[in-house]
Every structure is written in structure tokens, then in C-alpha cells.
């Protein structure tokens, strides 16, 4: 009995202290996943207009956001000039990204992806790790198209 008294006493204080770490370390990856973003936008389309342009500037692993909503079916078109820059497409409902590229396999000879879902979607416009940990600050110019 004094050997169980005894294990109980000392396992008490993990028990108490695990859920604070979790908490610690969960939030701590939640706001460093955050601190990746360098610029967040919504996406807005003058009246009449399909397509809107964006200026930015990349450093280190940081990128920009761009959020914008499209209904199933239509077709978007990402155009980029400047530095080495990528450009990744996120929905809820997408397994994974999508390379929206100019030259991306997911992307039709007219250089338009179909969008799969109707709802919110996020482009993220970032450098190549190993650019970024060189220290390169590309500039770009974007364009984005809905039909």
C-alpha cells in the first residue's frame, strides 16, 4: 500500500503538468504557422471586372495570402512576373495544394485550373526554401482571373 501511495504521488505532478505543455506547445505551432504569413488579402474584383492585380514582396519563409470565392466550375487563371516565386492554391476540401503555376501540369494549355469546389480558396504566393534561406527578397506582380 505504501508503494502505491508512493507512485501515485509521484505520477501527480505529470499528470497536472502534461495538459499545460500540450497547451504550451500547441499554441506555440499555432502561432508559429501564423507568423508565416506576411501579407493576407481578400481578393476583390472591381465592378464588371474578372481579373485583379496584386504587388508584393517575399523574405525568408514568409508568403503572402491571397483569399478570394468561386463556384465550382470556374476556371482561374494565376499570372505572376518578377522574382522566383510560386504559387500554391488551398480549399477545406482539397486533399492537398495545387501548383497553379504557369507551367503546372494542373493547369490547362490556356493556362486555367478548374476550380473542383464552390466556397473560399486560398492562393499563397512564396519562394523556393532554398532561395529564401539564401536570404532573397524576389518582387512580384500578379494577376488573378476568375470566369
Known sequence: M???????????PILVVSPTVMA???SASASASSDAVAKA????????????????KLKGNKYDSYTFYAKKNQKLSVKIAGGNVDTYLFHKNLANSVNVGEYAPE???????????SGEYELRVLQPR????????????LEISIL
Open 24 to 26: 504550451a506547445s500547441a
Open 41 to 56: 488579402v481578400d481578393v476583390q474584383f472591381k465592378k464588371g471586372a474578372s481579373s485583379a492585380n496584386y504587388y508584393g
Open 107 to 117: 493547369v490547362d494549355d490556356k493556362g486555367y485550373y478548374t476550380l473542383p469546389y
Open 130 to 141: 532554398s532561395q529564401a534561406s539564401r536570404g532573397k527578397k524576389p518582387v512580384y506582380w
Open 2 to 12: 505504501k508503494n502505491l501511495t508512493t507512485s501515485i504521488l509521484l505520477a501527480l
